[in-house]
């Protein structure tokens, strides 16, 4: 190590562990690592949760706790003391706790809980959120509210270890992140001379420079992020976040999109902006600017670009050797252009070209000039620590490793190792965004490590500095071009030069809220037929109730601008809102007949997970985002839920919750002609929680959408929010298990699937719905000695309803259970009639999700493998007449 880094490290070296609050310090905790989403922690928090309220199950004295033993399959007492807790955590499929109340009460929970090794979680978090619950139990069995503590800050690495570290070599580095004293939507960029700065797009300039250490995204990195990620090791203020240039409108205003993008963090604002019952879309309009996108130059430099009125400007911020700061302007100026200039943190202003008086610097109409402002910002550049490695852009060998998975019969299942990032260190490489370009090269983008192109076995960076990409189209034969949904805005990024790397970066459609919340996702894009681009928008998780409205509920709710709504942007740019109520849409594609649909997550007014079609003017069930509409404010009667609940648009299927699904992802079609199998035509989506991939097989009736999900896969490596089916008609799943821990138990991972065609698996294809009862096709045939006697007692038929309320999620709600009058087999022995008596009172069959289930299928089959068991989830909504 050279000596300069040496001292670097000596200097960031903790002396001692920092005293704090451990109980303070468990409940941020308990939120960063989403453990509220399943477990109730308050006292009169009737939620239907995946697991057990912990109110009052940690006591300074131990409770007895009931818990079933899988190991002997009884149920034993365990004591409730600090060794069940971190059990629990660790080893959590060890012991099952049994529902103390509840519809449930006295079974136990499924196996559904994600392990969180040390790796994960920490101890010294672990032991914060300990003091956390046990400080949460009611008065006089709780312990105290300030236990001081310990939490070993880890021992300084340097940046070159640090894979949530930005590094500057010899090449600008340009990075969405949300960091303070900008809007989330700003653009951070680092350059080998040692400056910094963030151009942010609330007021289209230059906010921030700094010098020294150019990013460190940990926070954004760990769990489910907190935003206000940190500047790098060594960083230096130069100028404070005052923005340095702002353009003015031609009626004299100074651009402010403040109330789309408002300063991260900055809570005073969002409320204010919430609560004045505005028209989004038309104060959007009344501003005539907009961010455009930037593009790199030939040395990586970004352009910025923007719109003023009839005025289209590009912007490129530099610095002299002394630190003096450039700003160029150049583009088409129709009209003069008039720029507000800060008032303090530099001197001796000059400009060359235009006028300057007082804080305005006006630049004459006109045409291909490029004028400039200098200032002396008071410092020279820092230069940056050497990282002992030089980057490296080269492509990559591609590698995959065997992994295992319960799968059917004839498949097996790889894992793809992800490629180094450019300093080649393992980044945080979560893939959240594939597809397949016609000339075979496979495009995957990820939530913090870029996009990414797959070709002839080998990685490529396409792009970087991406915000949390959750999906993508590309646009041409050979994925130059691409689109893609990332949490500030859809974007297209172009490689215009081929040299195989993005350098254009244009702003499709930022029209709409997106204020830092990590829980704003941008799920999307999916195209449609006249090219527009449809894209939904998460619901935030926000701890000030006034800055997020809820409608009543815990946990979800809006910032504003149109958060909970289903959009899309047309190609001439035109950003249209179409569809409300919407809470976690994580899953969106165009189904192969053209429609939009999405899949949307479990939670306050979603009684468990379902898919739905997206239709213009539909409203889904959440009334947060109602309050998107002009005049609306929080709690406005309007808006209420039991006024809209009648018009909620009705789903085509749900997920069987904490079954098959509690978090799903976007959906995927087997189109490979039997390549995959006899399950050509049928959707396939996985979830994130629970390691699963599903099929699903839709049925229309009369014009009502339902059908049949069947699992397909479970114990994958991480959560499924991804899957796509290659050109060889093998399945990729993109996974991600950061933040919302997954059964897989992997951070993140990149699998593919693949059928061995010599294989014949048996299983249930698809159930129809008949008047009388069901038909259930399965993809081999029964074997001659099966029977219709010796099948029917093999079957159970169960049904049950969920409810859409404020509280999270529902419970399994009038449950029956349905005989079976009678039984045939079809003459080709692949399809399985049952007759069933309550199909006579249809509303004891409609609006409701049968279970069916056959027992002892192994047996049943004598050219096909089975499972032990087959299953298929029907949601029922209509009968044939």
Not at 9 to 25: F, S, T
Not at 57 to 69: A, G, M, N, S, Y
Not at 611 to 632: K, N, R, T, W
Not at 822 to 827: H, Q, R, V
Request: glycine share 8%; proline share 7%; aromatic share 8%.
């Amino acid at each position: 190590m050279n000596r300069i880094a040496a001292l670097m490290l000596l200097a960031a070296a903790p002396l001692h562990a920092e005293q704090v609050n451990l109980v303070q310090a468990g409940a941020e905790a308990y939120q960063v690592w989403g453990c509220a989403t399943c477990h109730a922690i308050d006292k009169n928090d009737a939620s239907i949760k995946s697991g057990p309220s912990l109110y009052n199950l940690f006591q300074t004295t131990p409770r007895d706790r009931e818990v079933h033993d899988p190991s002997s399959n009884t149920k034993i007492t365990l004591k409730a003391d600090k060794d069940y807790f971190l059990n629990a955590v660790r080893n959590p499929a060890r012991h099952l706790a049994y529902a103390e109340k509840g519809p449930t009460k006295g079974e136990a929970y499924p196996a559904i809980m994600p392990l969180f090794t040390a790796e994960v979680v920490s101890d010294a978090n672990l032991e914060a959120i300990w003091h956390y619950l046990l400080n949460a139990s009611e008065d006089g069995k709780n312990g105290p509210a300030v236990v001081m503590g310990e939490i070993k800050a880890d021992t300084a690495k340097p940046e070159i270890e640090n894979r949530a570290a930005v590094l500057v070599d010899q090449r600008p580095r340009v990075i969405r992140a949300p960091l303070a004293g900008a809007s989330a939507r700003a653009i951070h960029v680092g350059l080998p001379n040692g400056m910094n700065f963030s151009f942010d797009p609330r007021h289209l300039s230059l906010r921030s420079v700094w010098s020294g250490g150019f990013l460190n995204l940990q926070k954004e990195q760990t769990g489910r992020s907190t935003p206000g990620s940190d500047r790098g090791y060594g960083a230096r203020d130069v100028l404070d976040p005052s923005p340095a240039l702002i353009p003015l409108t031609t009626d004299g205003k100074p651009v402010d999109f403040e109330f789309k993008e408002p300063d991260l963090n900055d809570d005073e604002a969002i409320i204010r902006h919430l609560e004045k019952g505005g028209d989004f879309l038309k104060e959007l309009a009344s501003w005539d600017a907009e961010f455009k996108g930037y593009h790199l130059d030939p040395t990586g430099h970004p352009l910025f670009h923007f719109r003023v009125g009839k005025n289209t400007i590009t912007q490129k911020i530099t610095f002299a050797e002394d630190g003096s700061l450039i700003i160029e302007i150049s583009g088409t100026l129709n009209t003069p252009q008039s720029f507000q200039l800060r008032q303090a943190g530099w001197s001796d202003v000059k400009i060359e070209g235009g006028t300057l008086s007082e804080n305005r610097w006006t630049i004459p109409a006109g045409k291909n000039t490029t004028h400039r402002l200098r200032a002396n910002l008071g410092t020279a550049p820092v230069a940056r620590a050497p990282l002992g490695v030089k980057e490296n852009l080269d492509p990559q060998p591609a590698t995959t490793t065997p992994a295992q998975a319960d799968l059917p019969a004839g498949y097996t299942i790889e894992t793809w190792t992800a490629p180094k990032d450019t300093f080649g260190r393992a980044p945080l490489f979560e893939p959240t965004a594939i597809a397949v370009a016609k000339d075979g090269t496979i495009v995957v983008g990820t939530r913090t490590a870029g996009i990414w192109r797959w070709k002839n076995n080998t990685w490529q960076m396409f792009a970087e500095g991406t915000y949390e990409c959750l999906g993508l189209v590309i646009e041409d034969d050979s994925a130059n071009t691409i689109v893609i949904a990332q949490k500030p805005e859809i974007t297209r990024l172009r490689d215009s030069n081929k040299d195989g790397r993005a350098d254009s970066f244009e702003t499709l459609c930022d029209d709409f809220g997106f204020h830092g919340n990590y829980h704003e996702y941008t799920h999307g894009p999916a195209r449609d037929a006249d090219g527009n681009y449809h894209f939904t928008l998460n619901l935030c998780h926000a701890n000030n109730d006034r800055a997020s409205y809820k409608a009543g509920g815990n946990f979800m709710g809006t910032m504003g601008g149109f958060r909970g709504w289903a959009c899309l942007v047309t190609p001439d740019g035109t950003f249209k809102p179409y569809a409300s109520g919407l809470r976690s849409p994580a899953g969106l594609a165009t189904t192969p007949d053209g429609r939009i649909i999405y899949t949307e997550n479990q939670g306050e007014y979603v009684g468990s997970s379902k898919i739905s079609y997206l239709v213009d003017g539909a409203f889904y069930g959440h009334p947060s985002a109602l309050v998107s509409l002009p005049g609306m404010k929080p709690g406005a009667p309007e808006i209420a839920f039991d006024l809209w609940k009648p018009k909620t648009h009705r789903h085509a299927l749900w997920f069987p919750h904490n079954k098959y699904a509690n978090s799903p992802g976007s959906p995927a079609w087997d189109l490979s002609n039997g390549n995959f199998g006899p399950f050509s035509g049928q959707m396939f989506v996985g979830d994130q929680t629970l390691s699963t991939l599903m099929r699903v097989a839709s049925e229309h009736i009369g014009g009502t959408d339902q059908g049949t999900m069947i699992l397909f896969a479970r114990n994958l490596a991480s959560g499924i929010m991804r899957p796509c089916f290659l050109p060889d008609g093998s399945l990729l799943l993109g996974q991600t298990g950061r933040g919302w821990q997954a059964k897989g138990g992997n951070e993140a991972s990149l699998q593919r699937i693949i059928r061995d065609p010599s294989v014949n698996t048996a299983d249930i294809l698809s159930v129809q719905t008949n008047k009388s009862g069901f038909t259930l096709h399965l993809t081999a045939p029964l074997a001659a000695a099966v029977t219709p006697e010796t099948l029917l007692p093999k079957f159970q038929l169960e049904s049950w309803t969920y409810t859409d309320a404020v509280t999270y999620g529902s419970g399994e709600n009038e449950k029956r259970k349905s005989n079976i009058a009678s039984l045939s087999i079809s003459p080709d022995r692949k399809s399985i009639s049952l007759e069933i008596p309550d199909f006579a009172t249809p509303a004891q069959i409609t609006n409701r999700i049968h279970h069916i289930l056959l027992n002892d299928a192994a047996q049943l089959f004598d050219t096909a493998t089975s499972r032990p068991q087959l299953e298929a989830y029907q949601t029922v909504h209509a009968l044939p007449e």
